[in-house]
């Protein structure tokens, strides 16, 4: 299994980003998929989760601004970032917990990770 996080980049405070993160290999079935990030010198942190009903939940600092997404025929989960700050510098982790098979219990795999980088 692997997860496959694109759309980081640069952008100025007040701009906008969209993250994809692909779920590939052999899966069952993906119940929540999920973003973190890690700023430097900081411990990683929850953004936002989604389940596969669509149930979602937010960090207080992304409610508002960003919103989560997922495509569950296609294994993608999508990350919308509006009115982005600079303390949302970090690098974006995304997650996903899944089943290999329909008696495996549910693991949680990671992304490499992707840069987002806001200047002032």
């Known amino acids: 299994v692997q997860l496959q996080a694109s759309g980081g980049g640069l952008v100025q405070a007040g701009g906008s980003l969209r993250l994809s993160c692909a779920a590939s290999?052999?899966?069952?079935?993906?119940?929540?998929m999920g973003w973190f990030r890690q700023a430097p010198g900081k411990q990683r942190e929850l953004v936002a989760t989604?389940?596969?009903?669509?149930?979602?939940n937010y960090a207080d600092s992304a409610k508002g601004r960003f919103a989560i997404s997922r495509d569950n025929a296609k294994n993608i989960v999508y990350l919308t970032m509006n009115s982005l700050k600079p303390e949302d510098t970090a690098v974006y982790y995304c997650?996903?917990?899944?089943?290999?098979?329909?008696?495996?219990?549910?693991?949680?795999?990671w992304g490499q990770g992707t840069q987002v980088t806001v200047s002032s």
């Open positions: 997650n996903a917990a899944l089943r290999t098979t329909p008696t495996s219990y549910n693991a949680l795999y």
């Open positions: 290999g052999s899966i069952f079935s993906i119940t929540v």
């Open positions: 989604i389940s596969s009903g669509g149930s979602t």
